[in-house]
């Protein structure tokens, strides 16, 4: 969740062009909460225990490595919705080692692309 305070610092920006910030961890409820005390995060953390929704969005695989201590680490991914709810942007990284950067989806926000 290291890379939570990278889009805290950013979350001004976000708000100048019209944009809200929320974050999907497979951590538990209790986890995320001090954690985004501690770090002074102060857009919506939530908590998806069990990874459903980062399964739902495909982000991990479904089966098969629900026996690996890493099963529910999510693939780092940032998905963009619009005012109609649809997803407007997707980016997205298979490395887990890669933390989601937020310049280049202000980029994408700023230009439209």
């Known amino acids: 969740m290291a890379q ?7 979350l001004g920006k976000f708000r100048a062009l019209g944009y809200e910030l929320a974050l999907v961890s497979y951590d538990k409820p209790d986890v995320v909460k001090k954690f985004a005390e501690r770090r002074n995060i102060t857009y919506p953390m939530l908590s998806d225990v069990g990874s459903k929704a980062i399964l739902a969005f ?5 089966e098969g490595s629900r026996k690996s201590r890493w099963w529910g680490i999510a693939e780092p991914a940032i998905f ?3 005012k ?7 980016f997205l990284d298979p490395d887990i080692a890669h933390s989601p950067d937020p310049a280049p989806v ?6 439209g692309s």
């Open 4 to 10: 939570a305070v990278a889009w805290q610092e950013n």
């Open 58 to 62: 495909g982000l991990t695989e479904a």
């Open 80 to 82: 963009v919705v619009g």
């Open 84 to 90: 109609s709810g649809k997803i407007t942007h997707r």
């Open 106 to 111: 202000l980029d994408a926000l700023k230009t």
